[in-house]
């Protein structure tokens, strides 16, 4: 093996600025929610049982964006543990936590616990995940030191074969690690034998990845939007692994990150980043397999095992990199790779624009990169665009983003400054509105269908497209309803599981699960203000996204323009969450509701009811019980009553209305029903002496 001393990144000081200060002791007084408890500098507990020590911190198990801090098991002193908090600001991978937790932990850190604890020094609640602790530490700094020695003729069997089977592992569960790094690799014994690989949870798939570690088009993408991934860019996580421990160093250290990958597009990454270096020789084809640029040509787990057991393996073609006969010129410089192009374009939108519409542009396609396929694709943008100037299709970022599409297929979803893989939508949503409030972005994406059009343009399909189109699909539809429990917070909810509520009522309080909703909603209830509807756009959006039973009919009611309609809309929906949650009493909250009410009351019309319903409310808020509360307010029977009686009420009132006029009508009236009664009696006398005098004269003539 390489005798130059290992670079070891300091993976506890790469915290940003701002993030870093989170981190520090503060004066912030303990506040404990339930799940931990905490006095003045002692250990917070988490689950009764796990001893958090946050005066005791340990530097050696930091990862890039959480800190580590001594853990104790209270039932097993003996047993060495580490607790790693996360940083609030960052969506944890909380599927990832979950899938990992008490099953068959080959080759990777142990979790023994994980939770929402207050965590002082960040003044509000976090993530706190407890792992048992690597005795042998860093692979890389106990390379560096010399404490354990890898030959060239041991890598295969003491570095590449373990970390494949674990890697392999992680494939069978169908969840790519995607944090494969030198620092992210531990000894797990004091011998230093046993090779373990450490923590993917606290941030989002390739977060903490220098852009060395990630395949060229996700090392494109900004830092959230890397996505999820595959097996196959563990693998070249692999590779560039395996080739900076067997050199000791990184040997592109000294590289700009945009000076890397702009090398990295041009030449290819494996050729870019050990193409000067002494790699062992038996490590040159692996290498060169397993650092393709190409997911279709790159080594997977089949011919690292061929490789490894000595058999003859499919080796890789030579990467074939696309490349123009003659450059074309930008902005003074040549480029004859057109994704290099495309990358350099994405940077500066309008001038690539107006340079793409030259007939210059058009000849170099056509003659020296001899793609008429990509030269009828770009005219097709500029067609599309004339026929639309007023749509988002004329839109100089929809332009680019089409144009950047066609030139560099492979590469990341590039729109109105950012870049992103189809899977990574979701983390870069939540980082945009956390850190820069900035929606619209999002909005945009979903209501034009930008990724919708990138993975129809994807040849062969991207993994996994089917689902990610069908998600796409139900994100807009989510998007394009006005209604609470939908719009963009849902989207965010939908897409980032591990995205805790951000409602402002419960910000600090680290809403993770639905279970911990109405807790942290109790404890809110003391210092918010109680006029207030306590369910806003975020909270509303967060049930419906976590909670797994029908509130449709609640949210319609809830969202209702009658006031009181509202309020029972209100009440049922949390009556049904504390309810199928079995949550116990809630005091605040019934309380805090339970001052709300009037409009839900003065629907009834009957004043004996309204006074009824009045009096038992404190009694049920003083229980703690909202499905009680709604069973009050808004019984049938009760309203069935209610309205029967109301309309009987009513009819017997238009009935008592027209006898009344009737006895007392108008001088009007009267008058009339005079006239008419002796016109009428008038008629009658006058018929009454006609037939008389009629009669009288026939009786005289008979006789």
């Not at 506890?12 to 004066?27: I, R, V």
């Not at 996994?464 to 796409?472: E, I, R, S, T």
């Not at 849902?490 to 600090?508: A, D, F, K, T, W």
């Not at 409310?617 to 009553?641: A, Q």
Request: proline share 7%.
């Amino acid at each position: 093996m390489a005798e130059q001393p290992l670079e070891a990144d300091n993976t506890g000081g790469n915290l940003p600025n701002e993030e870093g200060k989170m981190f520090e002791p503060t004066d912030v007084p303990t506040k404990n929610t339930p799940k931990q408890s905490s006095g003045g500098n002692e250990p917070i507990v988490l689950r009764d049982r796990y001893m958090l020590d946050m005066a005791t911190p340990l530097p050696q198990f930091d990862s890039p964006s959480a800190k580590s801090y001594l853990a104790e098991n209270r039932n097993d002193l003996g047993q060495k543990l580490f607790v790693l908090i996360c940083s609030p600001k960052i969506p944890s991978r909380l599927e990832s936590i979950t899938k990992q937790t008490g099953i068959d932990t080959m080759g990777r850190l142990e979790v023994i616990e994980w939770g929402v604890i207050y965590w002082p020094p960040l003044g509000q609640s976090t993530m706190a995940i407890i792992f048992k602790q690597p005795l042998g530490g860093r692979i890389n700094l106990r390379l560096a030191s010399k404490e354990v020695i890898i030959t060239d003729y041991d890598i295969p069997k003491k570095l590449v074969d373990p970390l494949a089977k674990i890697l392999q592992n992680f494939a069978n569960q169908d969840t790519p690690h995607r944090a494969i790094r030198p620092e992210n690799i531990f000894f797990n014994d004091e011998a230093m034998t046993e090779i373990v690989i450490g923590e993917n949870f606290s941030t989002p798939p390739g977060y903490d990845q220098p852009s060395i570690y990630e395949p060229i088009e996700r090392a494109m993408s900004s830092q959230s939007g890397r996505g999820i991934g595959s097996t196959r860019d563990d693998i070249y996580a692999l590779g560039v692994t395996i080739g900076v421990l067997s050199l000791g160093q990184n040997p592109v250290v000294k590289m700009k990150d945009e000076n890397l990958i702009q090398a990295r597009l041009e030449h290819g990454s494996y050729t870019v980043i050990f193409g000067s270096s002494r790699i062992p020789l038996p490590l040159i084809e692996p290498l060169q397999g397993m650092l393709n640029d190409d997911p279709e040509a790159r080594w997977s787990f089949d011919e690292i095992s061929d490789w490894l057991s000595g058999e003859p393996t499919n080796a890789s073609q030579k990467q074939l990199l696309e490349k123009a006969e003659t450059p074309f010129s930008f902005q003074g410089k040549e480029y004859i790779s057109p994704r290099l192009l495309a990358y350099n374009f994405s940077k500066q939108i309008p001038d690539s624009i107006k340079a793409a519409q030259g007939q210059a542009f058009d000849i170099w396609l056509l003659r020296s990169l001899k793609n008429k396929a990509m030269s009828d694709a770009v005219k097709e943008i500029f067609d599309n665009a004339k026929f639309h100037p007023n749509g988002y299709q004329g839109s100089i970022e929809y332009i680019s983003f089409n144009l950047c599409m066609i030139l560099d297929p492979q590469g990341p979803i590039r729109y109105k400054g950012l870049a992103f893989m189809p899977d990574g939508f979701g983390p870069l949503l939540a980082s945009e509105f956390l850190h820069n409030n900035n929606f619209k972005f999002a909005t945009t994406v979903l209501a034009h269908d930008i990724g919708l059009t990138w993975l129809a343009n994807q040849n062969p399909p991207f993994p996994g497209a089917p689902d990610l189109q069908k998600n796409f699909k139900v994100l807009k539809g989510f998007l394009e309803i006005n209604e609470l429990g939908y719009g963009l917070e849902r989207v965010l909810y939908e897409m980032n599981i591990g995205q805790p509520c951000h409602s402002p009522l419960i910000l600090n309080d680290y809403v993770l699960l639905i279970e911990d909703l109405l807790p942290a909603m109790e404890q809110a209830s003391s210092v918010a203000d109680t006029s207030q509807i306590p369910i806003d756009q975020h909270i509303s959006a967060f049930i419906a996204a976590r909670f797994k039973h029908d509130i449709y009919p609640h949210l319609k009611a809830f969202g209702s323009k009658s006031r009181g309609t509202s309020i029972v809309g209100l009440l049922s929906l949390l009556a049904l969450l504390q309810w199928k949650l079995n949550e116990q009493k809630m005091l605040g909250l019934s309380s805090w509701i339970g001052g709300l009410l009037g409009p839900a009351i003065d629907i009834y019309h009957n004043r004996k009811t309204r006074k009824e319903l009045e009096k038992d409310i404190p009694r049920l808020v003083r229980k703690g019980s909202l499905p009680e509360l709604f069973s009050l307010v808004d019984n049938i029977d009760r309203r069935n009553e209610d309205l029967l009686g109301y309309k009987k009420a009513k009819l017997e009132w238009v009935a008592a209305e027209e006898e009344v006029n009737d006895i007392e009508g108008g001088g009007d009236i009267r008058i009339k029903k005079a006239e008419r009664a002796g016109q009428q009696t008038g008629g009658i006398l006058s018929i009454i002496i006609a037939l008389t005098f009629l009669s009288a004269m026939l009786i005289i003539q008979t006789w």
